[in-house]
């Protein structure tokens, strides 16, 4: 089993008539803090960025860092937290990393032994919280420009797989990078590269198009983690570096400890989209 | 035939050995004016702009210009003289447009009629100058960045094929986008729509790539202009606006007279190539 549990990702629902939508990045993380709102946050805030996280003892925190560093298509850091604070304020001014995220997922040896809402009972003084980009933010560009995002026209969780291209070693992490796949006409696909070019810190440009087979992909049809999602005839797939990368990393790594925030259930920040492009 | 007689386009040899080779693009044109030089200009001064020609009666011109600010992809402007001048300070404070081109083709009422060294003897009150952006720029990045050209490779012309893409229409000029194609993996095609997403004065990014039908190219093997290349099985096709495009609109307006340089003979202009970049 995926230990960081991709696999039994939520359906993506977007919440169109929910009373939450309307709500500032701050107010969201105070309805998840005081527990009335648990699930899955795409759709919410979307002028925001939305973060991936992975909490490490400060023992493996070096290495990660080196490793984030060296694979920045896959793990482009928003943040970094000083080891042992659960405030990260490059992301909130009023951040509360411990209970600001619907649901957590705690590892022990490489096993995904609990799923938590608050870490308040398990915060330690040598932990460091690390924020990767997420592609719900390239998506919104994306939207914006009227580019039609399969996997949320069928209400699926965006296709992805493990690829034979290997990331590059630091210390304990390694593992093969993932890509995210987006099915798009030609036209579209050459937009959405100059489009997410600008935007580095989740994901950036596409890393592949075309051939899946190429990197390592035997069958679209059969994602490793996420939904399936039709392909058209006119359409080409379109290959993003995946945040699951980081986390298959640390699943290979067997660290004794370590969180994650559980596939979905994102931490909202104070970051707009739009102050993310590079240009 | 091709009025453009760009199905004879003359092999491209760069030029590693010719004395030329060093000089400035002013002792180009002087070369060239003085009769000294008179072949192809691919290769000659490399961090320069070249630029395709096409010179018409002012009748015709306000047309034209239309013609291309509606296309821009395929015939992006890079300077436009005035009518009845030969010079255009824009490329060359020293230009003379009718003696700085190596060959020039004469049309009348849609046939070549005649290829000339210099205009002295066709000059008229009433003709403007257009000056329409080239690939040897944007190539000239691509090159300088490791990325392999299959037509340079093989030492052809780089394949150019009809589409069924219908131009925009500008009074007598119409007809359908041309487009030159440069076989790429994926990695470099993505990087490749990246620079010359920066350089829209010369086609700047692809305009499809992937499967050729989807743009009524039948047969990759059997290009209208230029000569074919191979296409590795790890390669996609991608595909570029080309400045064959207002060409084939001026042919199929069948104009009293038109003036073109000869295709692979361009004008050599002052422009550095890293000057068009728009960032």
């Not at 996280?53 to 560093?69: E, N, V």
């Amino acid at each position: 089993m995926d230990i960081f549990g991709a696999t039994t990702l939520v359906r993506i629902r977007h919440p169109k008539r929910s009373p939450f939508m309307s709500l500032a990045p701050s107010e969201f993380r105070q309805q998840v803090r005081s527990g009335r709102l648990s699930g899955p946050t795409a759709g919410y805030c979307g002028d925001f960025a939305q973060a991936n996280l992975a909490i490490l003892p400060r023992q493996s925190a070096d290495d990660f860092l080196r490793f984030c560093t060296l694979n920045p298509k896959a793990c482009p850091l928003l943040a970094i937290g000083e080891p042992g604070d659960w405030r990260v304020p490059a992301l909130g001014a009023d951040l509360d990393v411990r209970n600001d995220v619907p649901a957590f997922y705690i590892y022990r040896h490489g096993e995904r032994t609990e799923e938590v809402r608050s870490l308040n009972e398990l915060w330690r003084d040598d932990l460091v919280v690390f924020a990767i980009g997420c592609s719900f933010s390239f998506e919104e560009m994306l939207k914006r420009e009227g580019i039609a995002l399969r996997h949320l026209e069928q209400e699926r969780n965006v296709p992805m797989y493990r690829t034979s291209e290997a990331n590059v070693r630091a210390g304990v992490f390694g593992g093969h990078r993932v890509v995210s796949m987006r099915p798009m006409k030609a036209a579209d696909a050459i937009r959405a590269i100059q489009i997410t070019s600008r935007f580095p810190s989740v994901h950036g440009a596409p890393v592949h198009l075309g051939d899946p087979s190429l990197i390592g992909i035997r069958d679209l049809s059969r994602p490793d983690f996420g939904d399936a999602v039709d392909i058209h005839s006119d359409e080409l797939p379109v290959f993003w570096a995946c945040g699951v990368t980081p986390q298959a990393a640390i699943e290979s790594a067997r660290l004794p400890f370590a969180i994650a925030h559980k596939p979905g259930h994102m931490l909202i920040t104070d970051i707009p989209n739009t102050r993310l492009a590079i240009l």
